[in-house]
């Protein structure tokens, strides 16, 4: 599942989640963030995540990052994953490595959100290393939001959501609101660590983003299917399809096609007859 369906997440993740009790702290700061995860699972929301640090940061009545078991409690009760005040002490003592009484909002998240694994966040990389060719080096929201390829969400392509709801669920993923503000790399590697905690498996994770950003590869069911194939006589008379390779913001530009396919080696080019697939 790539689209988080309050139905689908609220069945999924409806099995009880043992209370806080004995342990160590570490242990018994585990079992409470097992506890906002499966909350925060149930509650019916979208963009999970990333709306639990807003949630927290609003919390946070000193805005210096940190927040205490009250604002904690605050925090939670904002993202529909409530804590009780035992809780919110466990998590925090967890947390806590100066004795302040405090915690570092992006700890709390990253504790929540679990694991970025290796393979997922090498593709967001990758992806942004193409955006930073096809945006001439300089990533912008504006730009960002322009090339999202939403039509390709398997869940769109599947008919489980819309093209207007998927698209809006991207651009909810982000805190800056200016079109020209500058988006880094860690932001948007960040993005997606956030949007993975809503994905179940490795695989949906890969086949959402190679085709929502045009990125090629993959292999198997997680083999891209949205960059464009087009079919090209070559000057000897053999005709072939090829893939016109991570073709993001390549669009309907003939000259761009024939370039990528050179890029490519592939040079003997007599006419690209037509084209099969997406363009973006």
């Given at each position: 599942?790539?689209?988080?369906?309050?139905?689908?997440?609220?069945?999924?993740?409806?099995?009880?989640?043992?209370?806080?009790?004995?342990?160590?702290?570490?242990?018994?700061?585990?079992?409470?963030?097992?506890?906002?995860?499966?909350?925060?699972?149930?509650?019916?929301?979208?963009?999970?995540?990333?709306?639990?640090?807003?949630?927290?940061?609003?919390?946070?009545?000193?805005?210096?990052?940190?927040?205490?078991?009250?604002?904690?409690?605050?925090?939670?009760?904002?993202?529909?994953?409530?804590?009780?005040?035992?809780?919110?002490?466990?998590?925090?003592?967890?947390?806590?490595?100066?004795?302040?009484?405090?915690?570092?909002?992006?700890?709390?998240?990253?504790?929540?959100?679990?694991?970025?694994?290796?393979?997922?966040?090498?593709?967001?990389?990758?992806?942004?290393?193409?955006?930073?060719?096809?945006?001439?080096?300089?990533?912008?929201?504006?730009?960002?939001?322009?090339?999202?390829?939403?039509?390709?969400?398997?869940?769109?392509?599947?008919?489980?959501?819309?093209?207007?709801?998927?698209?809006?669920?991207?651009?909810?993923?982000?805190?800056?609101?200016?079109?020209?503000?500058?988006?880094?790399?860690?932001?948007?590697?960040?993005?997606?660590?956030?949007?993975?905690?809503?994905?179940?498996?490795?695989?949906?994770?890969?086949?959402?983003?190679?085709?929502?950003?045009?990125?090629?590869?993959?292999?198997?069911?997680?083999?891209?299917?949205?960059?464009?194939r087009v079919q090209v006589v070559h000057t000897n008379g053999r005709v072939t399809v090829e893939e016109i390779k991570d073709d993001l913001g390549v669009g309907e530009d003939a000259?761009?096609?024939?370039?990528?396919?050179?890029?490519?080696?592939?040079?003997?080019?007599?006419?690209?007859?037509?084209t099969i697939g997406k363009k973006k």
């Amino acid at each position: 599942r790539t689209y988080a369906n309050p139905a689908d997440t609220r069945a999924k993740h409806g099995e009880h989640v043992a209370p806080v009790k004995g342990g160590t702290p570490g242990a018994q700061g585990k079992a409470v963030t097992l506890r906002i995860r499966h909350r925060l699972l149930q509650s019916g929301s979208s963009n999970l995540i990333a709306n639990f640090r807003r949630s927290l940061r609003d919390a946070d009545t000193s805005k210096a990052g940190s927040i205490n078991v009250q604002e904690l409690q605050r925090g939670c009760q904002l993202s529909s994953a409530p804590l009780d005040d035992v809780e919110a002490r466990v998590l925090i003592k967890s947390l806590d490595k100066a004795g302040t009484g405090l915690a570092s909002v992006e700890d709390i998240v990253q504790t929540v959100r679990g694991e970025f694994t290796e393979r997922r966040a090498s593709l967001a990389d990758k992806v942004f290393t193409l955006l930073l060719r096809v945006c001439n080096g300089s990533v912008t929201l504006g730009r960002v939001l322009q090339l999202y390829d939403a039509a390709q969400h398997p869940d769109v392509v599947s008919g489980k959501t819309s093209l207007q709801a998927a698209a809006a669920y991207f651009a909810a993923q982000w805190d800056v609101v200016d079109a020209g503000e500058v988006i880094e790399r860690s932001e948007f590697v960040r993005v997606y660590a956030d949007w993975s905690f809503e994905i179940n498996s490795d695989l949906a994770f890969e086949i959402m983003i190679r085709n929502t950003w045009h990125l090629s590869g993959g292999e198997g069911k997680s083999e891209n299917t949205s960059c464009r194939r087009v079919q090209v006589v070559h000057t000897n008379g053999r005709v072939t399809v090829e893939e016109i390779k991570d073709d993001l913001g390549v669009g309907e530009d003939a000259d761009a096609i024939r370039q990528n396919l050179i890029n490519q080696g592939i040079r003997d080019i007599a006419k690209i007859e037509f084209t099969i697939g997406k363009k973006k």
